[in-house]
């Protein structure tokens, strides 16, 4: 996986945008990425889930929901590491992106 060129990475902001918490100085990432999935779960949008793992890898929805839930779980976060999802809400943030 390589990171997302910006119009990508945008899309990928405007998809997870709505399960992202506020980050606080010095938390650990993989705490902020589990944030993110809750986020994601309690809201009852799995579509967004998937929809985000797609613009990461650049597969169809569809080709996404035939791999395994685990598999799937492990390229979200190896996604949101590659992609600097902190970075990409403070950059989207400071230009006023809102999606």
Request: glycine residues 6%; negative net charge.
């Amino acid at each position: 996986m390589n990171p997302l060129n910006l119009t990508d990475a945008m899309r990928l902001y405007k998809v997870l945008k709505p399960h992202l918490p506020k980050y606080k100085e010095g938390e650990e990432a993989l705490e902020y990425f589990s944030k993110i999935t809750k986020n994601i779960r309690t809201s009852g949008r799995h579509r967004d889930y998937v929809e985000a793992v797609s613009i990461m890898v650049g597969m169809p929805v569809k080709d996404i929901i035939q791999f395994e839930s685990m598999e799937i779980l492990q390229t979200f976060i190896n996604g949101l590491t590659e992609n600097r999802i902190i970075s990409l809400v403070e950059f989207a943030q400071q230009v006023g992106y809102d999606g």
